[in-house]
């Protein structure tokens, strides 16, 4: 895979997110133009920005940041597993309006 600095194709200075690690990034500003590193396969499809932050850390840099994320990943997937194995109640709108509002009016409309 490849990363190469690419004229921002966006409108104006909208932040991206970064493919590798998720976080917000922007694009840069040289001699009058945005630019964005971009991500490309083998194959030369666009697979989407990088952060400088992740641009900055190299080859290998890059491969842990993956890994770590990879594991941040999966620990959620896990948590979101659990939540499937049970049913999940869900309150009433009359109930969610006590909550809201302790001390409210009733309820109108
Ligand atoms: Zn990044």
Redesign the pocket.
Known sequence: MKIVWERSVYIGNAPVF??????R?YPVKVHGQLLLAVLYDQQGVFQGE??R??VACGSEGIKA?LQERIQALQAKTIELQTFTQTDIETPSLEEEFHVHRPYGNEMTG
Not at 18 to 23: E, F, L, M, P, Q
Request: proline residues 0%.
């Open positions: 970064c493919t590798i690690c998720d976080r990034s990088v952060c932050s992740c940041r």
